[in-house]
């Protein structure tokens, strides 16, 4: 079974930074692309950042210089390092990985951004 767990979420002030990590099970990992996606109260839940197997990485247009993703294929753990937060980054943050053509997810972390 493929497992998703998410960590690092919480409370920030406007400006500061946060760190998410998710660690997966179930997978060759090393192969695998990952995500983090992000979802809002009463709004869709959108892509934040991607990183494939290579490294190579795409990020939102909001977030391009402020977030950036990375992974540990030792420690089978993506990260999405979270930086000048705004308030409008609150949101629940999913982790999300493509394995055998399918897409699964982690149980999502709640990130506020707020003085």
């Known amino acids: 079974q493929v497992q998703l767990v998410e960590s690092g979420g919480g409370l920030v002030q406007p400006g500061g930074s946060l760190k998410l990590s998710c660690e997966v099970s179930?997978?060759?990992?090393?192969?695998?692309?990952m995500g983090w996606y992000r979802q809002a109260p009463g709004k869709q839940r959108d892509m934040v950042a991607l990183?494939?197997?290579?490294?190579?990485?795409n990020y939102a247009g909001s977030v391009k210089g402020r977030f950036i993703i990375s992974r540990d294929n030792a420690k089978n753990t993506v990260y999405l390092q979270m930086n000048s937060l705004k308030p409008e980054d609150t949101a629940v943050y999913y982790c999300?990985?493509?394995?055998?053509?399918?897409?699964?997810w982690g149980q999502g972390i709640q990130v506020t951004v707020s003085s």
């Open positions: 999300c990985t493509v394995w055998r053509t399918d897409n699964y």
């Open positions: 990183i494939t197997s290579g490294g190579t990485t």
């Open positions: 179930g997978t060759i990992f090393r192969s695998t692309t």
